[in-house]
């Protein structure tokens, strides 16, 4: 209870600053750089077992189903399990079928989200083996799951989640590397990843002292009734989590899109009136997106490009917003960073009440 939003004016705009320890204390005791893995403990799981899974499913709502995008492309990637993830809200309601050599996990800050404890409680009748990545240690969904990964981000009060939800994307990190460790990943690759996760917290560092030019950035945004958030593959999730910050909190309506899908239909909405904010990283889908940076510009639609240094963006008028290069599996958890604080300030902006926006409450516990 002696959590203070200690000298800052909301307790989002706390939770945004502590994101680099947040993720030193995820990664505390977790990385063997002798062997080029995570130690994961809490997991209860034999690496026997661990080699059997020939699918992850992922479980969570709202950005913690973002989240889980975010870990499923990573997970698929550095362990080669074929992953993905699904609204916990969705699962519960359709009968899925339980197989007994997916590993599932469910992903929740709070860990008393109903539609995800439920989700749970349904997996374990079936026989599931269900994993959990949660923030508040002994929560309902922590006490149901099997095993897990504790998030250690430190207590959470803004509705609109931060900290938690970076420490989401290291946790999967971690389980994927665990995982993939154990199946094929080599140990070049397990290290090179070990030293991405050991430059997140600089790296984060970096981005919030760009909050002043952010914040500006963000003035002019919250003067759209609409937007675009828009990315592909794995900046896809993340473009998702940034539109629904904003909605969340700023009340803009903001549209998270594939770049790849626009040509598909949403273009036709592209106008001076509805900004764009894409992203761009530097990978090896950047000619494309830039491709589509171009349609964009051409239709007169405002840009903002998050992005990285180095990246070209030719000769389309576009606010870049660059943040330092990690590993490009990792780069999502440093991409999200500046849609926070653009969310942050477009609410404060509008004056609104950032901790505690209208209709939405921190854990949905009913029904
Ligand atoms: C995040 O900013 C939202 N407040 C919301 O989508 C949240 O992530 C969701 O309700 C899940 O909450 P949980 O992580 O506590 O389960």
Redesign the pocket.
């Known amino acids: 209870d002696d959590y203070q939003a200690d000298g800052h004016e909301h307790f989002m705009h706390k939770e945004i600053v502590e994101q680099p320890e947040a993720v030193h204390r995820c990664l505390r005791g977790r990385l063997d750089e002798r062997f080029a893995t995570a130690h994961l403990g809490g997991l209860n799981m034999d690496p026997r077992e661990a080699r059997e899974f020939r699918r992850v499913k992922i479980l ?5 189903y973002y989240a889980g995008q975010l870990g499923a492309q990573f997970i698929e990637e550095v362990a080669r399990i074929p992953a993905d993830a699904e609204p916990a809200s969705e699962f519960r309601y359709r009968n899925p079928v339980i197989e007994k050599d997916t590993l599932y996990v469910a ?4 860990g ?2 109903f539609d ?1 404890l439920v989700a749970v409680q349904e997996l374990k009748r079936k026989g599931g083996r269900v994993v959990g990545l949660v923030n508040v240690v002994g929560s309902s969904i922590a006490r149901e799951c099997d095993g897990g990964i504790y998030l250690h981000a430190g207590p959470e009060v803004a ?3 931060t900290k ?1 939800l970076t420490n989401m994307g290291v946790a999967f990190a971690l389980l994927g590397i665990h995982l993939g460790r154990i199946r094929d990943l080599s140990p070049a690759d397990g290290a090179r990843l070990i030293a991405g996760l050991q430059r997140l917290p600089e790296q984060i560092e970096a981005v919030l002292k760009d909050e002043e030019r952010l914040a500006s950035i963000a003035r002019r945004l919250s003067a759209a009734e609409s937007l675009f958030y828009i990315g592909r593959t794995r900046g896809y999730p993340v473009a998702r989590e940034g539109a ?2 904003l909605k ?1 909190i700023s009340y803009r309506h903001a549209e998270a899109y594939q770049t790849s899908e626009l040509k598909h239909g949403p273009l036709a909405l592209i106008s001076p009136d509805v900004p764009t904010v894409a992203i761009v990283p530097d990978d090896d889908l950047v000619e494309r997106n830039t491709g589509a940076l171009h349609e964009i510009a051409a239709r007169s639609g405002p840009l903002y490009v998050v992005t990285h240094p180095g990246v070209e963006l030719g000769d389309v008028s576009a606010e870049p917003i660059t943040v330092p290069k990690n590993e490009t599996e990792l780069d999502p958890i440093v991409l999200t960073i500046p849609l926070q604080l653009l969310a942050y300030h477009a609410s404060r902006e509008l004056g609104h009440d950032v901790d505690k926006p209208r209709n ?1 409450a921190k ?2 516990t009913v029904e």
């Open positions: 969570g709502c709202g950005s913690a992903v929740s800050q709070s008393e989200t995800t509705v609109a989640s938690a629904q910050k969340e939405l854990s949905v």
